[in-house]
């Protein structure tokens, strides 16, 4: 086995990292306002990592400050784990910051380590994040190296010795009660340790220490709890400043949106419901729910889809994070036959168009047409949901375009006029029905030329004998 470790040491910060780096100093605090990350900005005015936040306004009056959300750094290595199971199946997370992919089954797949490092590399670049990797053939080695050693390789066990050794002790996680650290003794690195009889180490340290020297070494199995994707897409993602328009969170949009398609690509499935949300600096959520004619995971037609609905809505004000769930997905039968397929092609243009016009028009604008079993023509067709497939029925020399209100129609000699006399050359198809709901009619239709030789649908009402026109032929 090979695994590849990825540790994200900028996670807090990059969070908030959504767009373009802004040109205001950003620091992320802990509870005990102890500044844990920054960005470039801060840098630039000598914040540093460690230092109080008083100490930081010294240095600069115009900071802002963002509070650390573990729950998000949780989301955010959750992202990162479903874009990688395109290149392999056992993924775990090692929290705080790091993401474990096995990758040895998935080396002759993609022709070489070199390729599918880089492959990945690229995958956590376009989430917009900068991991610090590493390759060992153990778990625990792979992440002390990218903690310490970032692009060290490691492919055998006899290999792991010489980038181990000089690591520091304080890599290793603390296990005994008794205060006293290794490097208190004089114990600076992992090869004095080894070096030093296991008897005395346990003595002293107890076995928690030559646990995790064994793990790393690849002397004692070290078994990950893999992780398992859910059943719906569901995250968040923080804006780098609060946004009032669409063009301000459309970045952020894309993104999780590109997450979404990711895990749908993941899952074999397209969205045909979701919701996104987004949230004000006061916490109130502004909801909007989404219905696609068929299942999609395109992230630019999404991501299309979304601005349009957003461009005729009213965005509220200091928007500082976007929340997308998926609601319903469906299964998506690959259409390639090739060995190895492309990104599928199934998504019918139709489906795409119907959705952009109800997403620009709104959904009660945009409805397909379906046949209804009434012999009254204005009652014979309703509205249906858009896209959806029905069975054909002969409309018996009946036109496709039917007046909403049939049009009165003059007579001269009980002869109907439209434009000049009309000329009967079909009927009469004899209507007569609709008594049970007090919209009865009594009718008798004919087809007949106008002096222009267009055909038209007519009728005479045998109540009061007035002639209407109906319909017209294409």
């Known amino acids: 086995m090979l695994w590849l470790c990825l540790s994200f040491p900028n996670l807090p910060i990059d969070i908030f990292s959504i767009g373009e780096e802004t040109k205001e100093p950003v620091v992320i605090i802990e509870s005990t306002n102890t500044i844990i990350a920054s960005n470039n900005t801060s840098q630039h005015f000598g914040i540093k990592n460690g230092m109080t936040l008083s100490a930081a306004y010294v240095l600069s009056n115009f900071i802002q400050i963002k509070h650390r959300n573990k729950n998000q750094e949780i989301k955010k290595l959750e992202e990162v784990a479903i874009s990688l199971f395109k290149y392999s199946s056992q993924i775990s997370i090692r929290l705080p910051s790091s993401v474990l992919v096995e990758i040895g089954a998935s080396i002759k797949l993609f022709r070489s380590t070199q390729h599918l490092t880089n492959q990945i590399a690229k995958t956590i670049t376009d989430l917009g994040l900068h991991a610090h990797t590493a390759l060992s053939p153990t778990p625990l080695g792979a992440i002390w190296l990218s903690l310490y050693r970032t692009d060290t390789t490691a492919f055998t066990i006899n290999d792991l010795s010489q980038y181990i050794d000089p690591l520091p002790t304080s890599i290793i996680e603390s296990g005994n009660t008794s205060g006293m650290q290794l490097h208190d003794v004089g114990i600076k690195t992992i090869g004095q340790l080894a070096r030093i009889p296991r008897s005395a180490v346990t003595q002293r340290w107890g076995t928690y220490a030559l646990d995790q020297l064994d793990r790393a070494f690849g002397k004692k199995p070290d078994p990950q709890r893999p992780f398992s994707l859910p059943e719906h897409f569901n995250s968040e993602i923080s804006l780098n400043l609060p946004a009032s328009s669409v063009e301000e969170i459309l970045f952020g949009i894309h993104r999780i949106i590109q997450s979404m398609t990711a895990y749908l690509q993941v899952k074999q499935r397209g969205v045909t419901q979701f919701e ?27 991501t299309h889809l979304v601005q349009e609905r957003l461009n005729r809505e009213s965005i509220p004000s200091r928007i500082e994070s976007v929340h997308l ?149 294409a």
Do not use: M
Request: aromatic share 8%.
């Open 276 to 302: 996104l949300s987004l949230i004000n600096e006061k916490k109130l959520q502004h909801d909007f729910k989404f219905k696609l004619s068929v299942p999609s995971r395109n992230p630019k037609n999404l």
């Open 325 to 473: 769930r998926s609601v319903q997905e469906i299964a998506i039968t690959p259409s390639s036959h090739s060995l190895l397929p492309h990104e599928e092609q199934n998504e019918l243009s139709r489906g795409h168009l119907i959705d952009q016009l109800q997403a620009r028009l709104g959904e009660k604008s945009v409805y397909g047409i379906t046949v209804c079993a009434d012999h009254r023509p204005e009652k014979s067709w309703g509205e249906t949901i858009p896209g959806n497939h029905q069975q054909h029925i002969k409309l018996n020399h009946r036109p496709s375009w039917l007046l909403r209100i049939p049009k009165a129609l003059t007579s001269a000699s009980d002869i109907p006029h439209l434009r000049g006399p009309l000329t009967i050359i079909d009927g009469p198809e004899r209507i007569e029905t609709g008594w049970w709901d007090d919209q009865d009619i009594k009718r008798d239709y004919f087809i007949a030329l106008t002096q222009d030789h267009s055909q038209v649908w007519i009728y005479k009402d045998t109540t009061s004998n007035h002639w209407f026109l109906h319909g017209i032929f």
